[in-house]
Nanobody, 120 residues
Framework: QVQLEESGGGLVQPGGSLRLSCAASGSIYSVNDMGWYRQAPGKERELVARITNGGITNYADSVKGRFTISGDYAKNTVLLQMNSLKPEDTAVYYC??????????????WGQGTQVTVSS
């Protein structure tokens, strides 16, 4: 079993900052990529940012220039620095990782989700 431990959510005013972290643990051979998705009430879950083991990043257009994702794959950990937060960033944020559990077997895993609320 692979588990993703998330932290860093909370309440912040518009224009403020938060940092989310996620660490993968368990039966891990290697981690191929890690990232964050978010889901607002009544909306589809969407990609926020993702980073591969090789350092390639992807961001949603709505967060480019405001959010920065970084990874430490020696520790199977990913950080999401969120600056200039807007009310529309309010959502439950979910960590996601593609993990090799053996040389030939891989799967994707999800965290439980952490609430981010941006409100004055």
């Amino acid at each position: 079993q692979v588990q993703l431990e998330e932290s860093g959510g909370g309440l912040v005013q518009p224009g403020g900052s938060l940092r989310l972290s996620c660490a993968a643990s368990g039966s891990i051979y290697s981690v191929n990529d890690m990232g964050w998705y978010r889901q607002a009430p009544g909306k589809e879950r969407e990609l926020v940012a993702r980073i591969t083991n090789g350092g390639i990043t992807n961001y949603a257009d709505s967060v480019k220039g405001r959010f920065t994702i970084s990874g430490d794959y020696a520790k199977n950990t990913v950080l999401l620095q969120m600056n200039s937060l807007k009310p529309e960033d309010t959502a439950v944020y979910y960590c996601n990782a593609e993990v090799r559990i053996s040389y030939i077997t891989r799967n994707r895993f999800w965290g439980q989700g952490t609430q981010v609320t941006v409100s004055s």
